[in-house]
C-alpha cells in the first residue's frame, strides 16, 4: 500500500513559478511510477504529467509542455513537479497518482493512489 501526500501548493502571480512535492510512504514505492493530475472548480480532473521510474519516459499535457520541471528522489520518496510561467487556467488542486506499473498514468483509470490535493491560486 502507498500513501501520497503533496505539499508546496499556495498563491503565485501570474508568470511566476511554483514547485509541488509528492512523498510516499511504504515499502514497495519502488514498483510505483507516479504522476500529476489537476481539477479547477466545475470541470474534471486531468491529467497534467507523468514519468518512468528511470525518467525515460515522459508524458506532458499539452497546456503545460515547456511550463514543466520534473524531478525523482528515489531516496526519500519524493517526486517534484515545477511549473513556470504561470497562467491564469492553471488554478486548480493538484493531486499526486502512483500506479503500481511499468508505464506510467496518463489517465485517472490508470491510477491506483491518489494524494489528498494541493491548492494553486494564481493571482493576476
Known amino acids: 500500500q502507498v500513501q501520497l501526500v503533496e505539499s508546496g501548493g499556495g498563491l503565485v502571480q501570474a508568470g511566476g513559478s511554483l514547485r509541488l512535492s509528492c512523498t510516499a510512504s511504504?515499502?514497495?514505492?519502488?514498483?510505483?511510477?507516479m504522476g500529476w493530475f489537476r481539477q479547477a472548480p466545475g470541470k474534471e480532473r486531468e491529467f497534467v504529467e507523468s514519468?518512468?521510474?528511470?525518467?525515460?519516459?515522459?508524458y506532458y499535457a499539452d497546456s503545460v509542455k515547456g511550463r514543466l520541471t520534473i524531478t525523482r528522489d528515489n531516496a526519500n520518496n519524493t517526486e517534484y513537479l515545477g511549473m513556470n510561467d504561470m497562467k491564469p487556467e492553471d488554478p486548480a488542486v493538484y493531486y499526486c497518482?502512483?500506479?503500481?506499473?511499468?508505464?506510467?498514468?496518463?489517465?485517472?483509470?490508470?491510477?491506483?493512489?491518489w494524494g489528498q490535493g494541493t491548492q494553486v491560486t494564481v493571482s493576476s
Open positions: 497518482a502512483a500506479v503500481r506499473a511499468v508505464q506510467p498514468p496518463t489517465q485517472i483509470s490508470d491510477v491506483d493512489h
Open positions: 511504504g515499502r514497495t514505492f519502488s514498483s510505483y511510477v
Open positions: 514519468f518512468g521510474r528511470s525518467g525515460d519516459i515522459t
